[in-house]
């Protein structure tokens, strides 16, 4: 497949944006990639490990460049940015703009609120890929690869700017499917927001613990596997927390009625209860395993 010889802005050069970046450059996909944000020591680094030929501090410059503009800002923070790219957004012409923010709602009201309606070339995305590290120094041309990437297309999306977003996922070698808005952070608030906060809350607890010093010396690959996510950047986990509150809390109220079933069951001894629901729980889980594993990739990433 050939794609077009194009020039691709990344707002926002971090993990995800160099991750991009580098991805598309090994596949062809773009002939110039041009960085920009606010962080210029982040820029400057992004051109010095050859993640992008080039860099703007400036929005508008960027916008003018850009054949494709991927916002790869944090979550609170690509609202704010979109808005400023919505106001440069015509009809028919322009850039195609797209974003990989985890939480597709935000972006969605932004657009309705400042264009009264989804802009025809404004295509919402999110790559359900990353790590605990961060920064343009963690990206990778292959942090996409063999994991879904999920677009959120409106009924007035231009179907060749969707076609051109997902062609672009494609490239990196990434799985594409498409959802709705609503089911997308229903989703992503069960199986990543929701672990994200269980594990921040649980280092927390842990760490005010006046046991700290023996729990977390004697702490095995278990407590290590579950608690890796809560190394990831919190500004980031906040943000999306925020952004997603609605969908996160009935995630968590869903986990707390079982969570509070369980220690029911432990407090009265009901050990049949407990089977019950570990043994459901395992064989979930390795079913989960069994699928990560046909579509090549690791149950353990992130």
């Given at each position: 497949m050939?794609y077009?010889?194009a020039?691709?802005?990344i707002?926002?050069?971090?993990?995800?944006?160099g991750?991009?970046a580098?991805?598309?450059?090994e596949?062809?996909f773009?002939?110039?990639?041009?960085?920009c944000?606010?962080?210029?020591?982040s820029?400057q680094?992004?051109?010095?490990?050859?993640?992008i030929d080039?860099?703007?501090?400036?929005l508008?410059?960027?916008?003018?460049?850009?054949?494709?503009l991927?916002?790869c800002t944090p979550t609170?923070?690509?609202?704010a940015v979109?808005?400023?790219?919505?106001e440069?957004m015509?009809?028919?012409d322009g850039?195609v703009?797209?974003?990989?923010?985890?939480?597709k709602g935000s972006?969605?009201?932004?657009a309705l609120?400042?264009?009264?309606?989804?802009p025809?070339r404004?295509v919402?995305?999110?790559p359900?890929a990353?790590?605990e590290?961060?920064?343009?120094?963690?990206?990778?041309?292959?942090?996409f690869?063999?994991?879904?990437?999920?677009?959120t297309?409106?009924p007035g999306n231009?179907?060749?700017?969707?076609?051109?977003?997902?062609a672009?996922w494609?490239?990196?070698g990434?799985?594409?499917?498409?959802?709705?808005?609503?089911?997308?952070?229903?989703?992503?608030a069960a199986?990543s927001?929701l672990?994200?906060?269980l594990?921040?809350?649980?280092?927390?607890?842990?760490a005010?613990?006046?046991?700290r010093?023996?729990?977390?010396?004697?702490?095995?690959g278990?407590?290590?596997d579950?608690?890796?996510?809560?190394?990831?950047d919190?500004?980031?986990?906040?943000d999306i927390?925020?952004a997603?509150?609605?969908?996160?809390?009935?995630?968590?109220?869903?986990?707390?009625?079982h969570?509070?079933?369980?220690?029911?069951?432990?407090?009265?001894?009901?050990?049949?209860?407990?089977?019950?629901?570990?043994?459901r729980?395992?064989?979930a889980?390795?079913e989960f395993a069994?699928l990560l594993?046909?579509?090549g990739?690791?149950?353990g990433?992130a």
């Amino acid at each position: 497949m050939s794609y077009p010889r194009a020039n691709l802005v990344i707002v926002g050069l971090g993990l995800i944006g160099g991750s991009l970046a580098r991805a598309l450059r090994e596949s062809g996909f773009s002939a110039r990639f041009i960085g920009c944000g606010h962080r210029e020591a982040s820029l400057q680094r992004g051109v010095a490990l050859g993640v992008i030929d080039e860099f703007t501090l400036d929005l508008d410059a960027a916008f003018d460049r850009a054949d494709i503009l991927v916002l790869c800002t944090p979550t609170l923070t690509a609202s704010a940015v979109l808005e400023r790219i919505l106001e440069r957004m015509g009809e028919g012409d322009g850039p195609v703009v797209t974003d990989v923010a985890s939480v597709k709602g935000s972006l969605r009201d932004t657009a309705l609120r400042v264009a009264g309606k989804m802009p025809a070339r404004l295509v919402l995305g999110h790559p359900i890929a990353g790590s605990e590290r961060s920064g343009v120094d963690a990206s990778r041309a292959d942090l996409f690869r063999r994991h879904r990437v999920v677009l959120t297309p409106e009924p007035g999306n231009d179907p060749a700017a969707l076609a051109l977003v997902r062609a672009m996922w494609e490239s990196t070698g990434a799985d594409v499917l498409e959802m709705t808005v609503e089911r997308h952070d229903a989703v992503l608030a069960a199986t990543s927001h929701l672990p994200h906060v269980l594990a921040y809350a649980l280092v927390d607890a842990l760490a005010g613990a006046e046991a700290r010093a023996d729990i977390f010396r004697c702490a095995a690959g278990g407590f290590r596997d579950f608690t890796r996510i809560a190394s990831s950047d919190p500004v980031m986990w906040r943000d999306i927390a925020l952004a997603n509150r609605d969908a996160l809390l009935a995630a968590i109220d869903l986990f707390g009625g079982h969570l509070a079933q369980l220690r029911g069951a432990v407090a009265a001894g009901d050990g049949e209860q407990l089977l019950a629901t570990f043994s459901r729980a395992k064989q979930a889980r390795d079913e989960f395993a069994a699928l990560l594993a046909g579509r090549g990739q690791d149950a353990g990433s992130a």
